[in-house]
């Protein structure tokens, strides 16, 4: 047996051997078909083991029968099974967007006589979702996000695998829909909700309702409430059930006051674990984030620039085990302006200091809080809530209601409405000129909200993600970030401060900042002689100062380098040319083949990085022709452009259509030649 999995894997090497063999040198190679064998050994225990036995869901009958099933009790079929639900909403989310629509959905199925319940499939057991099609009426709901270039969220890698795996035509009892939260500017535009949908198809599912697309670049929140809207009267002609919606609680969670629990038993900011801050133990994740000692931070722009950007550097000691890479990316937990929490506690006037628990109405529901309790008040708007993002028309709705003035409550719900009037007016007053909650209060002075209800309401406030900008080979006890500072007026008058960099600017060398690694697919080649061209204007160049550094450390080892070339971009010279003398240094001591800098606004026509691309054919093409190309930086203008001017430079020296260097492109993306690390 063991023979013919290791058969397996040579087959798939051998497939992969003369592309690998361009990229590595044989001692290299030697040694990573060494590592091969180490995981066919493993490969083999894994595969040896006895085949998991799935219930053959054709004898069971046409509505199955449950008397045959033995779910523990806490499990999903157990919990769905206890108290007589019938929907179940997944969700992919990596913001939480996907689970406040997921929670929304299953909230929703109670108005019809249904009984839903949001699952987060990283808590359950896969197989459940076979014996989910022994539920009568059973229906299944995909919230799914795309994350990044087209991956799957953290919470749904090990769901979207199984479905992967998962035999055709198991699932062909369960009933199923799927909304996909994506953003158009992304070139993977919403690929893991496509790819569940038709996935479900394939297993034999059926869809009872079309597939949503979310856009996060328009108004994904529009998105959803038109698909919903359309949904449920579907779903209810489907199942032959009354479509006139009952109205009932949408509240989630109850007010438990708290006023008796010890000070020691109080959340204080911790993002899971209870004194988590205090006593740190590895490893160091999501939910588990390490209080690093800032190091450094400095402002790259020179005086004259209107702007900062910070360079940061975070101490990561052997102890806390954190180990990254090149092209990984650095999660920060950042806290509301306390100046901000001051104001909403005037707008509501309350008692933030108030100790109080969330608890969750459906108490067969993993999720029992909405955020760690018991806390205060003060400490859930500090580190908890994200308080300065535009509230959805969900959010706006619900706040109408405890208007006492008629005309304000009416404006609030005309926000709401699926109408012409009320989304221009939506996406103007609240989008257009960046309302916060805060905001919304600060005019609509009759919201007498209570607090409980608010903090259900507010959705988390999220890590932010920033691209490395060191080598670990370089700097293998810290690691460093480049962020720009977010700071802008609205054309209302009104002035935004990014919630995460305006916090970093005040992290002076000495104070911590929460933090952890994110893994990348953003990788140099393997060997250090292939070319490499990068892309990045402004704080693009973050993962580009790492890579560099990589490649100086390997010169330094007496490994050859491949042509490494930088495409970087900012306003003016003097102003904002970010990491210039290391730039230089690497240039002069030809760690950096070709260096070449767009500099925007230091003449009357404005030059961006696609613009000297265009210069630059001939090396661009070399590189292309035996490299790599990386691609940092707004995904929304700059990447696109750049990415037609490769396939126009394709096109024309390699003598080929349009269409011919378009498919050429895709082809280096797909195996892993051009990779991109964009945001909107």
Same mark, same amino acid.
């Given at each position: ?111 019809? +006589? ?60 369960? %009933? ?10 992304? !070139?993977?535009? %919403? ?127 052997? !102890? ?15 806290? %509301? ?59 706006? +709705? ?7 003035? @008629? ?174 003398? !290391? ?20 003449? %009357? ?11 630059? @054919? ?63």
């Amino acid at each position: 047996m063991f023979a013919t999995h290791f058969k397996k894997i040579q087959i798939i090497l051998n497939t992969f051997t003369m592309d690998i063999l361009a990229q590595l040198g044989m001692p290299e190679y030697m040694l990573m078909s060494m590592g091969a064998v180490v995981v066919a050994y493993y490969g083999y225990k894994k595969w040896s083991k006895p085949p998991k036995v799935l219930i053959n869901v054709q004898q069971l009958g046409s509505h199955g029968d449950s008397s045959t099933l033995s779910p523990s009790a806490s499990g999903l079929i157990g919990k769905m099974k206890k108290a007589n639900r019938n929907v179940a909403v997944f969700y992919g989310s990596q913001t939480g967007t996907g689970e406040e629509f997921a929670s929304r959905l299953a909230r929703d199925a109670q108005r019809y +006589g249904m009984k839903g319940m949001a699952v987060d499939p990283e808590e359950i057991d896969l197989e459940d979702i076979v014996q989910l099609q022994d539920i009568d009426n059973n229906l299944v709901v995909f919230c799914m996000a795309t994350y990044g270039e087209g991956e799957p969220t953290d919470n749904c890698q090990d769901f979207i695998n199984w479905l992967k795996e998962t035999e055709d035509g198991s699932l062909s009892r369960l %009933n199923y829909t799927v909304f996909g939260l994506g953003n158009r500017t992304y !070139e993977h535009y %919403n690929k893991m909700g496509k790819f569940v949908d038709q996935r479900m198809e394939e297993l034999g599912a059926k869809r009872i309702y079309q597939l949503g697309l979310g856009d996060d670049d328009g108004n994904i929140e529009e998105d959803f409430v038109t698909w919903r809207e359309l949904l449920w009267p579907e779903v209810c002609h489907y199942f032959k059930i009354d479509s006139t919606a009952c109205e009932v609680s949408m509240r989630q969670y109850a007010l438990l006051p708290s006023s008796d629990i010890n000070a020691n038993k109080l959340y204080t900011g911790e993002i899971a674990r209870l004194h988590s801050y205090t006593t740190q133990k590895p490893p160091f994740d999501a939910k588990n984030p390490y209080l690093s000692e800032v190091i450094r931070n400095d402002n790259l722009h020179r005086p004259g620039s209107r702007r900062i950007c910070m360079h940061l550097e975070f101490s990561i000691p052997p !102890e806390t085990k954190i180990r990254y890479e090149t092209g990984d990316h650095l999660a920060v937990f950042p806290t %509301n302006s306390t100046q901000l929490v001051e104001r909403l506690a005037q707008l509501i006037n309350q008692d933030i200091d108030t100790v109080f628990s969330l608890v969750n109405l459906d108490e067969e529901s993993s999720k029992k809080h909405p955020f760690p309790c018991p806390t205060t008040y003060r400490t859930a708007f500090t580190h908890y809530l994200d308080i300065t993002s535009p509230p959805t028309t969900f959010v706006v +709705g619900e706040i109408a209601e405890y208007c006492e003035d @008629a005309k304000e409550k009416e404006f609030l719900k005309t926000l709401t409405q699926a109408t012409v009037e009320g989304k221009k007016l939506y996406a103007e007053w609240i989008r257009g000129d960046q309302r916060s909650i805060i905001a919304v209060l600060e005019e609509m002075r009759s919201c007498k909200i209570p607090l409980d209800h608010l903090c259900e309401l507010l959705p988390r406030l999220q890590a932010r993600y920033y691209s490395i900008s060191s080598s670990p080979k370089m700097n293998p006890r810290s690691v460093h970030i480049t962020a720009v500072l977010t700071d802008y007026t609205t054309r209302v008058g009104r002035h935004v401060d990014g919630v995460a960099t305006s916090w970093l600017l005040n992290k002076q060398p000495g104070s911590t900042v929460p933090i952890y690694v994110r893994k990348s697919q953003f990788r140099l080649p393997m060997k250090s002689s292939t070319p490499v061209l990068m892309v990045g204007p402004g704080t693009g160049l973050a993962p580009f100062r790492g890579f560099i550094q990589e490649r100086d450390w390997l010169m330094q080892q007496g490994r050859p380098l491949g042509n490494t070339v930088l495409f970087f971009g900012c306003r003016k010279a003097h102003d904002d040319y970010i990491y210039r003398d !290391e730039l230089e240094d690497y240039v002069a001591r030809s760690v950096l083949s070709n260096l070449f800098v767009a500099f925007s606004r230091d003449q %009357n026509e404005k030059i961006y990085v696609q613009h000297i691309l265009r210069e630059h @054919a001939d090396i661009v093409y070399e590189v292309i022709k035996k490299g790599n190309i990386y691609v940092c930086g707004d995904a929304r203008h700059m990447a696109k452009d750049v990415h037609d001017v490769l396939e126009n430079i394709i096109a024309e020296k390699g003598n080929m259509s349009h269409q011919a260097a378009s498919d050429h492109l895709k082809s280096l993306g797909t195996r892993g030649r051009y990779s991109c690390d964009v945001w909107s």
